[in-house]
T-cell receptor, first 111, second 115 residues
Framework: SQQGEEDPQALSIQEGENATMNCSYK?????LQWYRQNSGRGLVHLIL?????REKHSGRLRVTLDTSKKSSSLLITASRAADTASYFC???????????FGEGTQLTVNP | GAVVSQHPSRVICKSGTSVKIECRSL??????MFWYRQFPKQSLMLMAT?????????EQGVEKDKFLINHASLTLSTLTVTSAHPEDSSFYIC???????????FGSGTQLSVL
């Protein structure tokens, strides 16, 4: 079963704007990860944030984690049309255990 | 980053036939691989965990005789959909974890269409 719930389910923005996606989960975790999936393709790992971290950056990506609220957000700054994809959060309860994926957010960046 | 190759990318078959999907880790040894199924506009559903040299562990509700998984080497896992039916039509994706067992590296997926 999927423990992650993401919102919004779909997001449409203009190029240059920021995109924020949220993920909530139910159990305690070791880490939370974000993946991107282009249509009809496999997933690509974007960023991993551990349970003892609150914020992490990678290029135009910023991830926050609030373990008290069991939620995370992914911010993509200065979006580009090429950022159009589905974004999934995934949680791992212990290091090496299975990943549980959220329902995903479909992001469309209009040129 | 680690590369996982999955073939074929697309297959169309007749109902009742079997289809084999291969998943290879190209530049690292994957002791554990995962097989997922994904329906359009939905999330990934874990089908089974494939461990090299041992039997796969299937998730509840996944028929092990229907979806045969073999992980004979540290770089290759295969999923065979036996006696495929139209309801088996879906996007199948394999993945392998890094040495720490945290990040997953995904194949490009296989779109199976059963007529």
């Amino acid at each position: 079963s999927q423990q992650g719930e993401e919102d919004p389910q779909a997001l449409s923005i203009q190029e240059g704007e920021n995109a924020t996606m949220n993920c909530s989960y139910k159990t305690s975790i070791n880490n939370l990860q974000w993946y991107r999936q282009n249509s009809g393709r496999g997933l690509v790992h974007l960023i991993l944030i551990r349970s003892n971290e609150r914020e992490k950056h990678s290029g135009r990506l910023r991830v926050t984690l609030d373990t008290s609220k069991k939620s995370s957000s992914l911010l993509i700054t200065a979006s580009r049309a090429a950022d159009t994809a589905s974004y999934f959060c995934a949680t791992q309860e212990t290091s090496g255990s299975r990943l549980t994926f959220g329902e995903g957010t479909q992001l469309t960046v209009n040129p | 980053g680690a590369v996982v190759s999955q073939h074929p990318s697309r297959v169309i078959c007749k109902s009742g036939t079997s289809v084999k999907i291969e998943c290879r880790s190209l530049d690292f040894q994957a002791t554990t691989m995962f097989w997922y199924r994904q329906f359009p506009k939905q999330s990934l559903m874990l089908m089974a965990t494939s461990n090299e040299g041992s039997k796969a562990t299937y998730e509840q509700g996944v028929e092990k005789d229907k979806f045969l998984i073999n992980h004979a080497s540290l770089t290759l896992s295969t999923l065979t959909v036996t006696s495929a039916h139209p309801e088996d039509s879906s996007f199948y994706i394999c993945s392998a974890s890094d040495t720490v067992g945290e990040k997953l590296f995904f194949g490009s997926g296989t779109q199976l269409s059963v007529l």
